[in-house]
């Protein structure tokens, strides 16, 4: 028996082999599943008849080569147990999802081909006698991208969503809206696509070596049909959308569209510039009525229990200087600006509790008061998170710049991509620890979850998002699933190099460790 660790990517919480033969998968190894674990049997069988053209029959409990899953109503939410001998595979989960992660688990047992789209009927299909016991840490796993300043493919997003379930992600943040583009098609509001979808450039260049504008038009949007399909195709691998909804700020695409809702008599043009912008809402009854409006559709397009309505970046000066909004401050008895987001959100919540939906904000929402039943996104650091854990709220850890995966991954700028500045390389997401110590055993039990980032302006296409999330994400799927006592990052990176192979295989354009090239 092998004493290097078997190459699985999040680490099980346990994992021993069995000094027995190998189990060979053939053409007639049979699948049995039933109710809540047939669509997870269907899925393996689906990809397994990709990769070696094997049809495997279903259901015959006497078949001497199979694979059982098996329900166990005493494992935890999401875990499962998974079972390798050297004739029979069980896969034991007390849900869909848990048998889901554990069919995960059972294709990284496989060689790296088992992710192909060619059949390979020649290769030997063997997986090792294991067993093994897991379950996840938190329960919020997520990674965010930002469609906003640059419009991913339907297709591109697909196969990223594919790749996170294989990390045993379960949230997939879909930043759709800011104000360099509205991309989410609203059939109330027409024109927030048909013009705030576009723009006619970009920044080249950056900060210092800002050369001006590419000229070079940005449009797209996904259509309410695409997006419907997206979150049917993201449900089947028990990954959640949560669809951003940004305000009071970053709203400037969308009040390019609608000036009515700002507050300038005209407006600006959806921007073609990064960085904070003032453009704000105002607060108007008519512009509660036209959120209100956008937020019916969109919850009718993703089931996700949250909602995020961003929060971030909004600074007052439009505020400050509009005699309506000032009024408004006086007669609601708010202190000040911050006082005025903090009731704007308030707003939102009532809309989303309408709908059964709780929200989700960046951590500026803590300013001038947080909504009772508000999630945090901690972004800036730890406070946030801290101070949304000790008032009793929940929060999910997403601080920059450990899990910012727009950052650069090393400090050698010549040799990276450009990209928005920072630094979080493969190790320092990997060695992140998302409880922050400040906090009791208690207060700790708010922190959900934690999240990645991948923000825009300097990926502008599906490859270079790729490059930017992996291996970054295969970290983050440690953190979010180990225990906090999970092996140490050199155990990790042995086997990230078999793990690598699998991301080859499904051509994800990652990023080499530099660990290997230095080595
Ligand atoms: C953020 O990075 N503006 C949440």
Known sequence: MSSTPLPLVPQPNRAERLDQPDFVLSAETVINASGAFTATAEFLAERLATCTNWNLPFNAPTAKSRIEFKESPALPPEGYGLNVTTDVITLSAS?????????????????????????????????????IEDAPRFGWRGVMVDSSRYFQPVAALKKFIDVLSQHKINVFHWHIVDDQGWRLEIKKYPKLTAIGSKRTGSPRGHGANNLGHDNKPI???????????????????????????????????????????GLLAEAKPVSCNWGIHDTLFNVKPETFAFLEDVLTEVVTLFHFTYLHIGGDEAIKPQWEKDEAVQAHIKEH???????????????????????GRKLVGWDEILEGGLAPSATVMSWRGLEGAIESAKHGND??????????????????????????????????????????????????KHIIGVQGQLWTEYIPTPSRLEFMAFPRVCALAEIAWCPAERPDFAHFLTRL????RRL????????????????
């Open 395 to 444: 929060a999910i850890m997403c601080p920059n710049p450990f899990v910012y995966f727009d950052h650069y991954q090393s400090e050698t700028l010549s040799t990276e991509p450009l990209g928005i500045g920072g630094n979080s390389p493969l190790a320092k997401v990997h060695g992140y620890e998302p409880i922050p110590a400040e906090l009791s055993a208690e207060q700790a």
């Open 497 to 500: 190099k078999t793990h690598l």
């Open 219 to 261: 449009e797209g949007y996904y259509t309410q049909d695409e997006v419907r399909d997206l979150v049917a195709y993201a449900a089947a691998r028990h990954v959640n959308i949560l669809p951003e909804i940004e305000m009071p700020g970053h709203a400037q695409a969308a009040i390019a569209a609608y000036p009515e809702y």
């Open 95 to 131: 849900t869909a999802a848990g048998a889901f992660h554990g069919m995960q688990t059972l294709l990284q047992l496989f060689p790296p081909a088992v992710y192909d789209c060619q059949p390979r009927p020649d290769l030997p299909w063997t997986a090792p006698c294991v067993v």
């Open 504 to 519: 080859d295989v499904q051509d994800v354009r990652y990023r080499a460790p530099l660990e290997y090239i230095q080595a």
């Open 333 to 355: 008895g708010l202190k000040d600006e911050h006082e005025l987001q903090s009731w704007f959100i308030r707003q939102a919540e009532t809309i989303l509790k309408k709908h």
